[in-house]
């Protein structure tokens, strides 16, 4: 008998906060849950036995709700180990392998520091939940890290195979794309998608997930070797810029203050 497909769907909180919600069966796993009530709502409603919570980074939008979500269900919680987050049960670290269903190959943990000092991700091999790191079009702020470690960071996301599905903490895709085409202009895939995501949000739609292909093709903070970006990025620090690394500070920098 065949296992039954993972399903992958967000939970809106928040402002603008996306909790997810992978499912299997009756069995449910929850993504970095801000607040509980909505994930509860949904649990209860659908009659989901909760089998684990993981957790990106110790950001309060990211962890708030675990405490309140652990008394409806006593069940592990994984989490960065380099990061100060009470709730956790089980911290892990880069390359171990985080097995929370049945019939699942289990998620690779992947360091990417650079938002926060120990930021994780969790990769299935078609299912990337990156918390802070990467967004349709951008990328999370360096807070703890710096921008060396975020752009190495995100080099070794856009190293993952390209049908990649990418799941972000945020929807900040329109934002995110006024600035992509601020610094890319003449970049046609980026004026298409910038079209779709609007009528998507417009709909009441989210922009999330992403295939990696579409943030290769499109996300200035993955494209830094291109020659229109290095030339952006060197107008913005007001004098040439070689180094790809240094390109991205400039351009994150840029972001900052759009």
Same mark, same amino acid.
């Given at each position: 008998?065949?296992?039954?497909?993972?399903?992958?769907?967000?939970?809106?909180?928040?402002?603008?906060?996306?909790?997810?919600?992978?499912?299997?069966?009756?069995?449910?796993?929850?993504?970095?849950?801000?607040? &509980?009530?909505?994930?509860? *709502? !949904?649990?209860?409603?659908?009659?989901?036995?909760?089998?684990?919570?993981?957790?990106?980074?110790?950001?309060? =939008?990211?962890?708030?709700?675990?405490?309140?979500?652990?008394?409806?269900?006593?069940?592990?919680?994984?989490?960065?180990?380099?990061?100060?987050?009470?709730?956790?049960?089980?911290?892990?670290?880069?390359?171990?392998?985080?097995? !929370?269903? =049945?019939?699942?190959?289990?998620?690779?943990?992947?360091?990417?520091?650079?938002?926060?000092?120990?930021?994780?991700?969790?990769?299935?091999?078609?299912?990337?939940?990156?918390?802070?790191?990467?967004?349709?079009?951008?990328?999370?702020?360096?807070?703890?890290?710096?921008? *060396?470690?975020?752009?190495?960071?995100?080099?070794?996301?856009?190293?993952?195979?390209?049908?990649?599905?990418?799941?972000? &903490?945020?929807?900040? +895709?329109?934002?995110?794309?006024?600035?992509?085409?601020?610094?890319?202009?003449?970049?046609?895939?980026?004026?298409?998608?910038?079209?779709?995501?609007? &009528?998507?949000?417009?709909?009441?739609?989210?922009?999330?997930? +992403? +295939?990696?292909?579409?943030?290769? =093709?499109?996300?200035?903070?993955?494209?830094?070797?291109?020659?229109?970006?290095?030339?952006?990025?060197?107008?913005?620090?007001?004098?040439?810029?070689?180094?790809?690394?240094? !390109?991205?500070?400039?351009?994150?920098?840029?972001?900052?203050?759009?």
């Amino acid at each position: 008998m065949r296992p039954l497909p993972l399903r992958v769907r967000p939970i809106p909180a928040f402002q603008d906060n996306y909790i997810w919600l992978l499912t299997r069966g009756d069995e449910a796993v929850v993504v970095d849950p801000g607040t &509980a009530g909505p994930v509860l *709502a !949904v649990l209860t409603a659908e009659r989901l036995r909760l089998r684990a919570v993981l957790i990106t980074h110790h950001h309060d =939008d990211h962890v708030g709700g675990v405490a309140e979500v652990l008394r409806h269900a006593a069940v592990p919680v994984y989490g960065p180990a380099g990061e100060d987050i009470a709730v956790l049960t089980h911290r892990v670290a880069d390359g171990e392998r985080v097995a !929370v269903l =049945d019939d699942h190959p289990g998620f690779e943990v992947l360091a990417l520091p650079g938002h926060t000092a120990g930021h994780i991700g969790y990769f299935d091999g078609t299912h990337l939940f990156c918390g802070d790191v990467l967004f349709p079009c951008g990328c999370g702020r360096v807070f703890e890290g710096t921008p *060396a470690q975020m752009h190495a960071a995100l080099a070794r996301l856009a190293a993952l195979p390209p049908a990649t599905q990418v799941y972000c &903490a945020h929807e900040y +895709s329109l934002a995110n794309a006024r600035f992509a085409l601020a610094a890319e202009p003449g970049n046609r895939l980026l004026q298409g998608r910038q079209r779709w995501m609007e &009528a998507r949000r417009a709909a009441g739609e989210p922009t999330v997930p +992403s +295939s990696l292909r579409d943030e290769l =093709d499109t996300n200035p903070f993955l494209r830094c070797t291109e020659p229109a970006l290095r030339r952006a990025a060197a107008d913005w620090r007001g004098h040439p810029i070689e180094d790809e690394a240094e !390109v991205f500070a400039a351009l994150r920098d840029w972001k900052n203050h759009f």
